[in-house]
């Protein structure tokens, strides 16, 4: 029986959420993975499932338990499940980039990466050095061109060799009080990608920016979120509230060689209210619809393949579903 890990981020209840990312785990077992994430987030907590075979870590709030509404409060997931070795994305095209954890400020940046280089298990480790990034002001929101914005970031790969980038925003230090989870997707045309998960999928786009000087590249950040400030917290001026989940939608310059990746189940969004609306419009935005099933729910394509599973319901499906592995 396949293992698997579920990573979940307590959010506001109400409205459509990014819901879960299933992700296959190669080379390493789901809850080593767990451990991984525990050891290098505070805030996080591996939980066993189903008797050890899986496993569940919970990003609670950090200042003190939850309450008991605060515990029924819906969550997002990333979900591993561990898999034989899949067949590789093409070495000219690129897919997923990665996973993203925001954290409160440089001394938890410095944290995670001690705790990355004394885990030992699988692949995980420091890939890069905590450092200063600079970026130039965005485009949405549109700041003054003379802006620059400070984080620190480090660079960490968790036991199945995973990217995971670990950042925090220098000048807003302590506002993101529980870490905020990222998914990372290379996209061919940038503009399309957020017209549709905006029209199709009614997420916001939280920021768009470029990454120069340090990539080549250009993303906008999309979710569910109030959130005004670039922080892509869950509600404006909840300085306590659970980082929002959301996914970068990022374009290398000079290519258009995108594939997604067999180990990227489908990401998924509940407490969709009319699924069957939003598979017609991810047609009309570039997408396609898959698949409908008699219980409302609906399996589309965004414009460069990713495949997002819309349901009613407040909890992801059981089953989850990739693509074949061969």
Request: proline share 8%; net charge negative; glycine share 8%.
């Amino acid at each position: 029986a396949a293992t698997t890990f579920r990573a979940t981020t307590a959010l506001s209840a109400g409205g459509p959420r990014l819901a879960r990312v299933p992700l296959r785990v190669v080379g390493t077992d789901a809850p080593t993975a767990a451990q991984f994430y525990e050891t290098c987030f505070a805030g996080a907590q591996a939980k066993p499932v189903s008797g050890g075979a899986a496993a569940e870590v919970v990003f609670a709030p950090a200042s003190e338990e939850a309450s008991p509404e605060e515990a029924k409060t819906p969550g997002f997931s990333f979900y591993l499940t561990t898999s034989e070795a899949i067949a590789p994305r093409d070495a000219d095209k690129f897919g997923l980039l990665g996973v993203g954890v925001e954290v409160a400020d440089a001394a938890a940046v410095d944290a995670a990466c001690a705790a990355a280089e004394a885990d030992g298990a699988g692949a995980s480790g420091v890939v890069a050095a905590p450092e200063p990034w600079e970026l130039c002001a965005s485009m949405v929101p549109d700041e003054d061109p003379s802006k620059e914005t400070l984080l620190t970031k480090a660079d960490l790969a968790d036991p199945a060799g995973l990217p995971v980038v670990c950042v925090a925003h220098d000048k807003n230090a302590g506002a993101v009080k529980t870490p905020a989870p990222k998914l990372v997707l290379c996209v061919e045309d940038l503009d399309a990608s957020i017209e549709f998960y905006t029209r199709a999928l009614g997420m916001r786009l939280l920021r768009k920016r470029a990454l120069l000087p340090t990539f080549a590249a250009m993303s906008g950040f999309v979710g569910y979120s109030d959130a005004d400030d670039g922080l892509l917290r869950s509600s404006p001026e909840g300085a306590d509230d659970a980082g929002a989940p959301r996914i970068e939608l990022r374009y290398l310059y000079n290519n258009d060689d995108v594939a997604p990746d067999l180990g990227l189940g489908p990401i998924v969004v509940c407490a969709c209210p009319d699924t069957a609306a939003v598979a017609d419009a991810a047609a009309a935005a570039g997408g396609a619809c898959v698949e409908r099933r008699d219980d409302g729910d609906v399996l589309v394509k965004d414009p460069d393949g990713y495949a997002i599973w819309l349901t009613s319901n407040d909890d992801p499906p059981d089953d989850v579903v990739f693509p074949a592995a061969t």
